[in-house]
């Protein structure tokens, strides 16, 4: 008889999972994805990440339980442009779950929701790590709405059920984020067309939506180490064009970055670019510490 029960039990929690979705189970390479589908999906969803907020996400240490998490994934977030190309593939084959491989549903490369910048000539032969053009485009408010009304789509195809919740869960996030964008644009006014140096070029979004130039990178090609003559060359060429900031992530070494930064009277700013980096709690935060940051 208690066999019996047990077995009604499991029949029965089997149908239950299987009817619909409980919650819709999101995967996402980096913490600023998963925080704007947690917008979108609220208790629709359930999201991870797999990127650190402090780690620099072309290089990540693959972690069995991401196998995991991608196994049990209805849909997975990626940055694309080639972010994740050093160590997501194997993971992805190793998941074997055939819902969330490139080309299914459950598969969202967050790269085709926005303009991509600096795709012209690539130049593979040196290294470089941005060969298909520069994938560190969330840090644009405006792609923050892109990839909200985007995911929204993707849960909605995924769990048409919840279409519903997934539209409104977008067109909130989406009024939140356009009044903070307003706002962030009366603190930028006074101080646009000001002049950074960057350690990686990871910020050319931002400076593009802020209306600040980039005057120069430590790194002479992205991904390649910045070394001493580079960086002399480069306090030479930006010499007396008012280099305003020295821009970089945490996880980049600072020796270099303040050589410049006093050859160049510029000032130099440890920022995060993701999600729980440098206090931060959302998506929102990272931008409002970075719009804060560079308008003092
Ligand atoms: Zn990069």
Redesign the pocket.
């Given at each position: 008889m208690k066999k019996l029960v047990f077995l009604l039990f499991a029949v029965a929690s089997l149908l239950v999972t299987g009817s619909a979705f409980a919650t819709v189970r999101v995967v996402s390479t980096i913490p600023d994805f998963a925080d704007i589908a947690k917008s979108v999906g609220g208790d629709k969803v359930e999201v991870s990440s797999m990127v650190r907020p402090t780690q620099d996400p072309?290089f990540v240490d693959a972690k069995p339980s991401f196998v995991l998490d991608l196994n049990q994934a209805d849909l997975l977030l990626v940055a694309g442009m080639e972010?994740e190309a050093g160590w997501l593939p194997p993971l992805l084959a190793g998941a074997r779950n055939a819902k969330i491989q490139r080309g299914a549903p459950g598969y969202l490369d967050c790269s085709t929701l926005i303009p991509p910048m600096e795709v012209e000539a690539p130049d593979r032969s040196q290294g470089d790590?941005?060969p298909g053009g520069?994938?560190?485009y969330w840090t644009d408010p405006r792609n923050g709405v892109r990839i909200a009304r985007g995911i929204a789509k993707r849960l909605e195809q995924i769990d048409p059920a919840n279409a519903a919740a997934y539209e409104a869960g977008a067109q909130s996030f989406v009024t939140m984020l356009e009044g903070r964008m307003a706002e962030w644009q009366k603190i930028l006014a006074p101080v646009k067309g000001r002049k950074v140096v960057v350690y990686?070029?990871?910020w050319i979004y931002f400076l593009d939506w802020a209306g600040f130039v980039q005057a120069g990178t430590l790194e002479p090609k992205?991904?390649i180490p910045p070394r001493a003559d580079h960086v002399a060359q480069l306090i030479q060429q930006t010499q007396g064009q008012g280099v305003k900031y020295m821009i970089q992530e945490s996880f980049y070494p600072t020796q270099l970055s303040n050589l410049f930064a006093q050859k160049a009277g510029a000032q130099l700013l440890v920022l995060p670019t993701m999600t729980g980096a440098g206090g931060t709690h959302s998506y929102v935060d990272v931008i409002d510490a970075i719009v804060r940051a560079v308008s003092k």
């Open positions: 072309h972010l790590i941005h520069n994938p560190h990686h070029d990871s992205p991904g």
